[in-house]
């Protein structure tokens, strides 16, 4: 078994969920709104500038809550290890059975 690692994929879907995700909200909605301006017969150029605008703004919008979402679970996973760091050095011994209970 030497350099044997296991590789899941379940570990890195995560990026994938998102990318599937912000795909469909985009396609869905960026449609929506070509398809209700072409319905108010608006020009062809009215229609592109419409759709153009939609994609740049949902592009835009899925970067900030993507950017919002990433920041927001490093701030916590940090606050998670501060505070289990600060734990490990006030009650050693009941850090230690813990691991102890979780890994065996």
Known sequence: MSGHRERHLVSRTGWLRAAVLGANDGIVSTASLIAGVAASGATTG???????????????????????????????????????????????????????QIYV
């Not at 994609?55 to 993507?66: L, Q, R, V």
């Not at 760091?85 to 102890?100: M, N």
């Open 46 to 100: 009215a229609v592109l500038v419409a759709g153009s605008a939609a994609m740049i703004a949902g592009a835009m919008s899925m970067a900030a809550g993507e950017y919002v979402s990433v920041s927001s679970q490093a701030d916590s996973e940090a606050a998670d290890l501060a505070r289990e760091h600060a734990e490990l050095a006030s009650d050693w011994a009941h850090e230690h059975d813990e691991l102890a």
